[in-house]
């Protein structure tokens, strides 16, 4: 297998003894004034020197040799100034005179590693020092064959994403089997399981995570504590990137119009599965209870999942009458559980509500049933994307049953953006209006005011939301920026495996699919807008 490109991201915060300070513009003094500043030195015409570094692809992996240097950022001569570093790993050595640190690291190094420069004036020990954080990641070197084990407690990081370490006490089925997991250091005692329906089939599969005795610090993604974490294949998803992007659309939407919404929140990050490295994932909340209170709505509600196309909000499915209202949804919280008598009623009304109202008595009543702003904005949120397969299924619904107002969740989009569920490709001049998938999204279209009032937010959205390429291609620009490496070195170990396993539908590379999804954003604006002028 090929050695994937050096590796190793560097962040500087350069930081003084009254504060920190994020850049020249931040201190309070012109960077380039060679006055000085006699806080700092008590010599009123000693310049100061913001160190910086100057490595420009400053990127590692264990066992490579690497070279990084500093000089002052605001460019006053180096050579004025004496240098030193703090926290240098073990093996690695820092000139003084070029003020570079070289280090090959060994192969059981890998990490992340916060090294301190300061500078003072030369000749002047008692001045306050200058200085800066370098913080460097150095990825574990997967594919040479004498590489060692990382070890959990200090191998954190990789390229500045998180690394969950799962480490399952027995074998991983669709039963919760005990676990150690270990995130940031910190080693919690949880259960995991394989999660998913089609994807339980995959070669790379996602999981379930259940900490039991402690929570989970998911703070650094400001998500609070977490009982639950899901862990997300690409696996059917080359790109990487689609499921995050429609997850961040939605909560753009409601940011748009100042609402709340049940917005699952995401991010991305790398799994060593019992030791070994298994690739980058995407982490999410699970919808739950905890969830809900979260989202600032009574965990004591119903929620209720769509798993199937049968969640039509029709009385009938393929023109035959479904057997119950609620086919086509699992109840996931609430009271009455499911399988007990009338877990499903509020569904059953709405249902019974949705088919049997007239266009008319939908826009009348609608108050009484549901929060229409977000029906209207799922619909446009599937549309744009063409997300076939969660216009109807693949969603989650909430009722408070004291409010009485059903709500929208979204989930599950590794069907959007120019790919179907099966990874085939979809055109970006694909129109799809739901109407016989969702019976909620037949009535809004069909009503003169509330098709209007639909088209209306899309316009506003499409001009000054996030429902144009402009929003999208720069929030794709922020994940690849995030995961471009880690993305790559995943896709060297599971390339032959989803080539083999997607190849008739979707031959892309990672490289390829990745074009083809920028392509198809800006494609699909431009559609929209010739579609919906």
């Not at 699992?330 to 559980?337: A, F, I, N, R, V």
């Amino acid at each position: 297998m090929r050695l994937l490109p050096s590796a190793l991201l560097l962040t500087l915060l350069a930081c003084r003894p009254h504060g920190i300070v994020l850049g020249p513009d931040d201190s309070g003094s012109n960077p380039d004034d060679s006055g000085g500043n006699p806080d700092d030195s008590g010599d009123p015409d000693t310049p100061r020197c913001q160190p910086s570094a100057t490595t420009v692809d400053p990127y590692f992996l264990e066992g490579q040799a690497l070279s990084m240097a500093f000089d002052c950022g605001n460019g006053v001569s180096r050579g004025r100034f004496d240098a030193t570093i703090a926290n240098l790993p073990e093996g690695a050595s820092f000139d003084a005179d070029s003020w570079t640190i070289s280090w090959t690291p060994e192969l059981d190094q890998g990490g992340r590693y916060d090294l301190l420069i300061s500078v003072l004036p030369a000749g002047q020990p008692s001045a306050f020092p200058e200085s800066a954080v370098g913080t460097l990641w150095v990825a574990d070197a997967i594919d040479n064959p004498a590489n060692l084990p990382v070890d959990p407690e200090t191998y954190t990081e990789e390229w500045g994403l998180a690394v969950f370490h799962l480490d399952p006490q027995q074998s991983v089925g669709t039963e919760h089997v005990p676990a150690r997991i270990t995130v940031h250091g910190h080693e919690y005692q949880a259960e995991m399981k394989v999660r998913g329906a089609v994807s339980a089939g995959y070669p790379k599969l996602s999981y379930t995570m259940r900490f039991s005795d402690e929570d989970l610090d998911a703070s650094a993604w400001d998500m609070g504590n977490k009982d639950h974490l899901y862990a997300i294949t690409p696996f059917d998803d080359n790109s990487y990137v689609r499921q995050k992007l429609c997850y961040d659309l939605w909560r753009a939407m409601a940011e748009h119009w100042g609402a709340d919404r049940l917005a699952p929140r995401t991010f991305f990050g790398v799994v060593y599965l019992s030791g070994r490295y298994h690739g980058l994932y995407l982490f999410s909340d699970r919808p739950d209870d905890h969830f809900i209170q979260e989202m600032g709505l009574s965990p004591d509600g119903n929620l209720y999942k769509a798993v199937s196309h049968y969640a039509n909000f029709y009385r009938t499915y393929s023109g035959s009458p479904k057997s119950t209202l609620h086919d086509g949804y699992e109840k996931k919280e609430g009271l009455p559980l499911e399988g007990q008598p009338g877990a499903f009623w509020d569904l059953d009304e709405l249902v019974a509500w949705s088919a049997d109202a007239t266009h008319q008595e939908f826009w009348e009543d609608h108050a009484a049933w549901l929060r229409l702003d977000e029906f209207m904005d799922w619909f446009l949120l599937v549309h744009w994307t063409s997300s076939d397969d969660s216009a109807g299924k693949n969603a989650y619904l909430y009722n408070d049953p004291d409010a009485r107002e059903f709500r929208y969740c979204p989930w599950d989009f590794n069907h959007s953006y120019g790919q179907g569920w099966y990874t085939y490709r979809i055109e970006s001049n694909a129109y799809a209006d739901f109407q016989s998938t969702n019976g909620i999204f037949a009535h809004i279209q069909l009503h003169t005011q509330a098709n209007a009032e639909l088209w209306a937010r899309f316009q506003e959205m499409a001009d000054e939301g996030p429902l144009n390429a402009t929003w999208m291609q720069a929030a794709v620009d922020g994940y690849f920026a995030e995961i471009q490496r880690s993305a790559e070195r995943d896709w060297s170990v599971w390339a032959r495996s989803y080539q083999s396993y997607w190849g008739s539908n979707n031959p892309n590379s990672f490289a390829q699919e990745k074009a083809y999804l920028e392509t198809w954003i800006r494609e699909r604006d431009d559609y929209m807008r010739r579609v919906h002028p």
